[in-house]
């Protein structure tokens, strides 16, 4: 499990794809890694991933081909938020987020708002009904607070301590993005299929 605020900015060092899959490079420099044993989890962009070899400032993960087809923005060179995985001591500064990306969406506006951003994203039409106005949302592994929700379009506003710490300072229009959806909305649909006998799509 993890929180949503990001710990650091990694950089993918190198992209080895190895048969379905990929092994995935990422340097981290600042960012201490001491207490980050192997088979641990990073969240890389909101994905879960199992460190597979490690260094003093980088680490190495492996990409599934599932994975690989479920998320976007492991291209070389490409810039990556991280978190380590929460401890049952640490505090929960934002939601609660598996690492379990729901899909990706698209950058549909941006928008400067004095010092802050407002971000428009496009949703995939099967998470629509899972994200509410004042809700949580994860982006690239950033919890996120739901400004508005417009059928499969929501949005978000983005404070400068956010621009400056992690990657969605970067983003413009026509990028793509990880998203996870608020965990308990996932958990309240399952109990009311559970209820009506209704069955999910």
């Known amino acids: 499990m993890f929180t949503g605020i990001i710990q650091a900015v990694g950089t993918i060092a190198h992209f080895e794809a190895n048969g379905e899959g990929a092994r995935l490079h990422v340097r981290t420099p600042g960012w201490d890694l001491a207490d980050v044993a192997l088979g641990d989890s ?20 492996d990409l599934s081909r599932e994975t690989l087809d479920c998320t976007a923005g492991f291209l070389p060179g490409a810039r990556l938020n991280l978190e380590k995985a929460l401890r049952a001591s640490d505090r929960l500064g934002g939601h609660l987020v598996t690492g379990h990306v729901d899909g990706v969406g698209e950058v549909t506006e941006v928008e400067a708002i004095g010092d802050n951003r407002r971000y428009a994203f496009r949703l995939p039409d099967a998470l629509g009904r899972y994200v509410a ?68 799509p």
Not at 42 to 61: E, H, P, Q, R
């Open 42 to 61: 990073i969240a890389v962009n909101g994905c879960c991933l199992t460190v597979v070899s490690k260094d003093a400032d980088a680490f190495a993960a």
């Open 133 to 200: 106005r004042k809700g949580s949302v994860t982006v690239n592994g950033v919890s996120l607070t739901v400004n508005t929700v417009d059928g499969d379009l929501f949005s978000v506003n983005l404070i400068p301590h956010t621009l400056a710490e992690t990657n969605l300072g970067q983003l413009k229009v026509g990028d793509r993005v990880n998203l996870e959806v608020d965990l308990i909305a996932r958990y309240v649909e399952r109990m009311l299929v559970g209820v009506h006998g209704a069955e999910q």
